[in-house]
């Protein structure tokens, strides 16, 4: 079987470390053995143009399978859920047939009879695939298939360079793939997680000199208000790259307060079209500007629409209504743009709050309130009304003991001057702690 590229890439690098997980450190030269040592005794019954779902989270074992059923022109189902029936749900949307436990490394075989038109026009070209899952929290999650060859080619001939860099985001997320084919690219080491709690992270900084940490505003609010970062020595930080939901202004004015070296970098992608190359305004903005040789964008009544070179061919179990017939993908995002072509993303456009016809942007909401000191998170949600449809409600943590009616008041008498009236929050729930996915995304209630 000839070599792909970026397998044989992993030759150069001989014995740096490409991975460390648990403790342990893995070569270069051993990832390469380790996907020859797969090739020849775990995948042998496995043909070309199979749908393949690797199960559980990143490992060594992990990214070698990967590589491994990648040139072997597998279309590949990264399923790193715990749960059982959603396991189930994503073998049978994505029409595997087989099913390889990541860490035993037992092929299963799955009597799958579904066929599908694009499967078996994508098998004729003797590329390797990818199936990946929407994250949407109603109905059942789209299952978008991608030409992985073509992905992965987005990475050839990238600079080298001899760094550690944290793997944040889960296998079945086309972020923490991202790092993964970027690291492997140019020669870095992946630091494996073993838990994504913000102490334990913060405890990685310093041990293996990490320069960049990649994360999301609800994971960095929730370092702030563990204190983790002050329990450990972060001076090795350079950069911060934060992206999969809005970034709240007043969050990031304290994360430059506290960090005040580091660079913060929002970043952008979604499954549908992969992650772009992007460069913020500032550190202390929330303006970027998308620039990236591989991707087109545009704005049609303040949605971001996207064309990529690295976008999906579809999706396996559900319509195409969310591109244009000429290719183009409604993000969904809402955004706001200044000169020099910097745009801003304020929220998802069915994130949206109508207040008697009026338009609320959660995050604004939530911006505002998280000025207050008292309020150390919060989650800013649409609530039925039946004079104005809807109305503004919100859960906040608090950093101490205060009733309903005086944290109302004082969310009241900090947000007159500074929203509009329909803005404010008409209900206020005091909870332990806002509810997030295992990405680190809020979860917004729907009304």
């Given at each position: 079987m000839?070599?792909?590229?970026?397998?044989?890439?992993?030759?150069?690098?001989?014995?740096?470390?490409?991975?460390?997980?648990?403790?342990?450190?893995?070569?270069?030269?051993?990832?390469?053995?380790?996907?020859?040592?797969?090739?020849?005794?775990v995948i042998l019954d496995i043909e070309e143009g199979d749908v393949v779902a690797i199960v559980g989270d990143y490992s060594f074992n992990i990214i070698a399978l990967l590589l491994a059923l990648y040139e072997n022109n597998n279309i590949i189902v990264p399923i790193a859920s715990k749960v059982k029936s959603e396991i189930e749900d994503r073998l049978n949307e994505s029409l595997s047939i087989f099913k390889i436990n990541g860490d035993t490394l037992e092929v299963v075989k799955i009597q799958n009879k579904n066929k599908n038109l694009m499967i078996d026009t994508f098998k004729k070209s003797h590329h390797s695939g990818l199936v990946l899952f929407s994250s949407g929290s109603t109905g059942v999650p789209k299952a978008m298939i991608q030409d992985l060859d073509n992905l992965i080619d987005t990475y050839k001939g990238k600079r080298k360079k001899s760094m550690s860099m944290l793997v944040f985001l889960m296998f079945d997320h086309i972020g923490g793939l991202n790092t993964v084919f970027n690291a492997l690219s140019i020669g870095a080491t992946q630091i494996l997680l073993d838990s994504r709690e913000p102490e334990y992270i913060c405890s990685l900084i310093p041990k293996y000199n990490i320069r960049i940490l990649p994360s999301?505003?609800?994971?960095?609010?929730?370092?702030?208000?563990?204190?983790?970062?002050?329990?450990f020595n972060l001076k090795s930080l350079r950069m911060v790259t934060y992206g999969t939901e809005s970034m709240p202004k007043s969050l990031l004015n304290k994360l430059k307060s506290v960090f005040p070296k580091v660079k913060f970098l929002q970043t952008f992608g979604t499954s549908e079209t992969g992650i772009a190359s992007t460069s913020s305004q500032s550190s202390s903005s929330l303006y970027?500007?998308?620039?990236?040789?591989?991707?087109?964008?545009?704005?049609?009544?303040?949605?971001?629409w996207l064309k990529s070179k690295t976008q999906i061919l579809g999706y396996l179990n559900a319509s195409m209504e969310n591109f244009t017939d000429d290719g183009w993908f409604k993000t969904g995002d809402i955004v706001e743009t200044i000169g020099d072509d910097y745009i801003k993303i304020v929220g998802r456009g069915n994130d949206v709050i109508n207040v008697g016809g009026e338009k609320v942007m959660p995050a604004e909401v939530e911006s505002v309130v998280m000025e207050i000191s008292t309020i150390l998170d919060c989650t800013c949600y649409g609530q039925e009304n039946s004079i104005t449809g809807q109305s503004v409600a919100i859960d906040v943590v608090l950093d101490q003991e205060i009733s309903v009616?005086?944290?109302?008041?004082?969310?009241?008498?900090?947000?007159?001057?500074?929203?509009?009236?329909?803005?404010?929050?008409?209900?206020?729930?005091i909870v332990n702690n806002v509810n997030f996915s295992n990405r680190f995304k809020k979860i917004r209630k729907k009304s």
């Open positions: 000839p070599s792909k590229w970026l397998v044989q890439e992993l030759l150069q690098f001989q014995q740096n470390t490409a991975i460390t997980y648990q403790e342990q450190n893995f070569s270069y030269r051993d990832l390469y053995e380790k996907i020859r040592a797969i090739q020849n005794e999301s505003p609800t994971f960095l609010n929730l370092m702030l208000i563990s204190g983790a970062h002050r329990k970027m500007k998308i620039d990236d040789p591989n991707l087109k964008y545009k704005i049609v009544n303040s949605e971001l009616i005086e944290v109302k008041k004082i969310i009241r008498k900090h947000c007159l001057n500074k929203l509009d009236r329909y803005k404010i929050p008409a209900k206020v729930r």
